[in-house]
Antibody
Framework: EVQLVESGELVVQPGGSLRLSCAAS????????MHWVRQAPGKGLEWVSL????????YYADSVKGRFTISRDNSKNSLYLQMNSLRAEDTALYYC?????????????WGQGTLVTVSS | DIQMTQSPSSLSASVGDRVTITCRAS??????LAWYQQKPGKVPKLLIY???TLQSGVPSRFSGSGSGTDFTLTISSLQPEDVATYYC??????????FGGGTKVEIK
């Protein structure tokens, strides 16, 4: 059974930094690209970032480019998101999502999400 | 960047009704479109990919169609457990893996 477990609820002040973690199990982690997707309270889904299976290629949404860094450790079956210069508008539930593995970037499994609150 | 527009933003229908949700891309994306269902308080679930291919385990009352710029998600006979918000997502190219704004489906 595929499981994706994100780090717990986090609160940070504007301008601060956070590192999210996602522990994966139930599939061969280093065969798949991985993603972060977020959802602001009461709002829709927003794709945030993608990392290929080997960690070599990364992509970011314009809203986070230059502030967030995605990474992975295949030896630990773990995905990370380093978030710097955080803003109030980054407040959201952050989902770790597994790529379909089809060669096209859509998401077939999602974690339960970790709530990030940016507030003074 | 290609924008995805869903309509309607919400709808209310009776059990057994046929429900259709539309997703429009501002430029052609071939059939690189997925649909997700998010029930209240739950994690999104993949329903359809490649515009019309049903994900394993998804009930056959769900179907998708379209190509290019116009796509539809149809629920042939609405059930109470289908109450959810539905999102389309384009995946024709990274980094623009954008979602539509969502369509909230309720029971009348």
């Amino acid at each position: 059974e595929v499981q994706l477990v994100e780090s717990g609820e986090l609160v940070v002040q504007p301008g601060g930094s956070l590192r999210l973690s996602c522990a994966a199990s139930g599939f061969t982690f280093d065969d798949y690209a991985m993603h972060w997707v977020r959802q602001a309270p009461g709002k829709g889904l927003e794709w945030v970032s993608l990392i290929t299976w080997d960690g070599i290629t990364t992509y970011y949404a314009d809203s986070v480019k230059g502030r967030f860094t995605i990474s992975r450790d295949n030896s630990k079956n773990s995905l990370y998101l380093q978030m710097n210069s955080l803003r109030a508008e980054d407040t959201a539930l952050y989902y770790c999502a597994k790529d379909s593995g089809s060669g096209f970037y859509y998401f077939d499994y999602w974690g339960q999400g970790t709530l990030v609150t940016v507030s003074s | 960047d290609i924008q995805m527009t869903q309509s309607p933003s919400s709808l209310s229908a009776s059990v057994g009704d046929r429900v259709t949700i539309t997703c429009r891309a501002s430029q052609g994306i071939s059939n690189y479109l997925a649909w997700y269902q998010q029930k209240p308080g739950k994690v999104p679930k993949l329903l359809i990919y490649a515009a019309s291919t049903l994900q394993s385990g998804v009930p056959s009352r769900f179907s998708g169609s379209g190509s290019g710029t116009d796509f539809t998600l149809t629920i042939s006979s609405l059930q109470p457990e289908d109450v959810a918000t539905y999102y389309c997502q384009k995946y024709n190219s990274a980094p623009g893996l954008g979602f539509g704004g969502g369509t909230k489906v309720e029971i009348k």
